[in-house]
T-cell receptor, first 115, second 115 residues
Framework: DAGVIQSPRHEVTEMGQEVTLRCKPISGHNSLFWYRQTMMRGLELLIYFNNNVPIDDSGMPEDRFSAKMPNASFSTLKIQPSEPRDSAVYFC?????????????FGPGTRLTVL | TQLLEQSPQFLSIQEGENLTVYCNSSSVFSSLQWYRQEPGEGPVLLVTVVTGGEVKKLKRLTFQFGDARKDSSLHITAAQPGDTGLYLCAGVQGASGAGSYQLTFGKGTKLSVIP
């Protein structure tokens, strides 16, 4: 079975450029999460969706970040304009919300470097 | 914000040794999860502990949830090089009405097992 798919795996861009990260969750899952991981701050939840609806975006750093989930099989995280401090590994995870503690399945991540 | 402190931050041991890593919080969680992350990959769930005082075993790994549900430990017996990785604990918070659960991650313990 295919797991969570993220693209690209690596992205190098220059400050001020727009960056779009993509995620395909596991088929049948109804929750999707975007995380950011850095050495300094660890793994932080940015935003999560339930049934394609954003539930909590309080972790989104600022207005430069936006996320969409147009359908159950696709989500994007966009940074515009990008800054060097946005350099991190961005993970997408999905789960099936069943009323108890979910198992979140993580993708392989996108390593973003902003020069 | 509910914070999880993990200790030690780094641990390097010889193959065959035993070790324990800790996850502590001042807050109560409904449950707690442990993940292992290998370089270049996303975290993978190892176990979920739900009840205060609960002990779960996964081969050579023993997980314990504190009686007050504020802390947890992971004990590895006779560590193997394959145990090398970043061990993350995550406190589970129910998102009432939203149908999904949020995770608050610690920064992890980076374990290296030397052959």
């Amino acid at each position: 079975d295919a797991g969570v798919i993220q693209s690209p795996r690596h992205e190098v861009t220059e400050m001020g450029q727009e960056v779009t990260l993509r995620c395909k969750p596991i088929s049948g899952h109804n929750s999707l999460f975007w995380y950011r991981q850095t050495m300094m701050r660890g793994l932080e939840l940015l935003i999560y969706f339930n049934n394609n609806v954003p539930i909590d975006d309080s972790g989104m750093p600022e207005d430069r970040f936006s996320a969409k989930m147009p359908n159950a099989s696709f989500s994007t995280l966009k940074i515009q304009p990008s800054e060097p401090r946005d350099s991190a590994v961005y993970f997408c995870a999905s789960s099936f919300a069943s009323g108890g503690p979910d198992t979140q399945y993580f993708g392989p991540g996108t390593r973003l470097t902003v020069l | 914000t509910q914070l999880l402190e993990q200790s030690p931050q780094f641990l390097s041991i010889q193959e065959g040794e035993n070790l324990t890593v800790y996850c502590n919080s001042s807050s109560v969680f409904s449950s707690l999860q442990w993940y292992r992350q290998e370089p270049g990959e996303g975290p993978v769930l190892l176990v979920t502990v739900v009840t205060g005082g609960e002990v779960k075993k996964l081969k050579r790994l023993t997980f314990q949830f504190g009686d007050a549900r504020k802390d947890s430990s992971l004990h590895i017996t006779a560590a193997q090089p394959g145990d090398t990785g970043l061990y993350l604990c995550a406190g589970v918070q129910g998102a009432s009405g939203a149908g999904s659960y949020q995770l608050t991650f610690g920064k992890g313990t980076k374990l290296s097992v030397i052959p």
